[in-house]
């Protein structure tokens, strides 16, 4: 069963490269494709969020955004490492019919798993200072194996209750607000063969 706001790849619309939640802007006014150029290879490789691609120590991360829209739009790329870590990789404001294209990060060896990167679109009312959602960035969880710590599960479960409020709402039908998207392009990092 497919969950409520994707869009399965076959139904998918042209231009479709990894929107998760509904854009409240078309491919044609704004359009963000991230890249994959191989360590031993020429040229990019577009990602797309209907394959989970193999990514390897060495190979990069590249973005191309363009604003064919009228509006600004601030734009930040979040990554999701394996160990749940989230890095701010940048955050730009794209003026009317600018683009940005740029190398964004490279793979290590320090790290293997299933990984994301995230973009996330905003409009930005004139004059207003750049949205950076640099403050989302987080260290990785420490791996954990059974019989490591004292806690019980009471203690765990304390510990949940007991954490601050971290997220906020808004309400559907709120449609005054200013447009955004959310997109979540999935890779698998492995060791090199």
């Not at 031993?40 to 989970?52: F, H, I, M, R, T």
């Not at 009228?70 to 009317?96: C, F, K, M, Q």
């Not at 009471?154 to 906020?168: I, N, V, Y």
């Amino acid at each position: 069963m497919q969950r409520p706001g994707t869009c399965a790849p076959s139904s998918a619309p042209p231009g479709f490269r990894g929107w998760r939640r509904p854009s409240d802007y078309k491919p044609e006014d704004v359009d963000v494709q991230f890249q994959v150029k191989r360590r031993d290879k020429d040229g990019l490789e577009p990602l797309q969020a209907s394959v989970v691609p193999r990514v390897s120590p060495g190979d990069e991360v590249h973005v191309l955004a363009k604003n064919s829209s009228d509006l600004l739009v601030d734009i930040n790329v979040l990554y999701v490492g394996s160990d749940y870590s989230i890095t701010h990789i940048v955050a730009e404001r794209l003026a009317p019919q600018a683009t940005l294209e740029e190398g964004l990060l490279a793979f290590t060896d320090t790290s293997f798993g299933m990984e994301r990167m995230i973009a996330v679109l905003t409009e930005a009312p004139p004059e207003s200072e750049k949205e950076d959602l640099g403050f989302l960035a987080q260290d990785g969880v420490a791996s954990a194996t059974r019989g490591t710590g004292s806690a019980g599960f009471s203690d765990m479960l304390t510990d949940l209750g007991m954490a601050p409020a971290t997220r906020s709402v808004m309400r559907l039908a709120d449609k005054n607000g200013p447009k955004g998207a959310v997109m979540i392009f999935p890779m698998e990092t492995v060791p090199r063969a």
